[in-house]
């Protein structure tokens, strides 16, 4: 299943449209449809937010069930990302 099926099964199961979703994030609905259409990946800020929402593991999107495989470089690119959201003061 890709990211796109994935928030929209949760979305659909918390009986939210696709313009709450928008606008919670927020950006517009029609962007947000592409997401879930799968035409258009999430930035960061926009997939921490719809994790936000939905209460779901960025893991569960990203198809790293199995935290096993995460490896070292994994983690420090999570480091980094991390690091470079305090450096530019990206709200939360």
Do not use: W
């Amino acid at each position: 299943m890709y990211i796109g099926e994935k928030i929209r099964s949760v979305r659909e199961d918390m009986d939210l449209s696709q313009r709450d979703m928008a606008n919670l994030i927020p950006m517009n609905q029609s962007s947000y449809s592409k997401i879930e259409r799968d035409v258009q990946e999430p930035n960061l800020e926009q997939l921490r937010r719809i994790c936000q929402i939905l209460n779901l593991d960025p893991r569960y999107l990203l198809n790293l069930g199995d935290y096993s495989t995460v490896t070292e470089d994994d983690i420090k690119l999570l480091k980094d990302i991390k690091a470079f959201i305090n450096e530019h003061n990206i709200k939360k």
